[in-house]
């Protein structure tokens, strides 16, 4: 029974997360590959956030779910 809600809540989050990651990235990659004016200084911001948004959604999607299943067992186990 757990098993199957944290399945279905991670499906249900798949697709918001995918589309808001990809927008970001798309905004992000410019800036980090760009050689503007004032791109120096702009691709040093970009790039911890071009970082975070590839491995957020990964420990959302992935490593929380795992993580609260084996707190799960071991509570009730």
Known sequence: M??????EGAMLR????AMTVA????????I????GTGS???SRIAA???GGM???PLLSL???PAAYRLMRVRSTG
Request: positive net charge; without cysteine; glycine residues 6%.
């Open 32 to 35: 980090v590959w760009g050689s």
């Open 23 to 30: 927008v970001i990235l798309a905004g992000l990659i410019p």
């Open 2 to 7: 757990v098993l199957d809600a944290i399945r």
């Open 62 to 64: 992935f490593i929380i």
């Open 14 to 17: 798949v697709r918001p997360k």
């Open 40 to 42: 120096e200084v702009m």
């Open 48 to 50: 911890p956030m071009l």
């Open 54 to 56: 590839i491995t957020a």
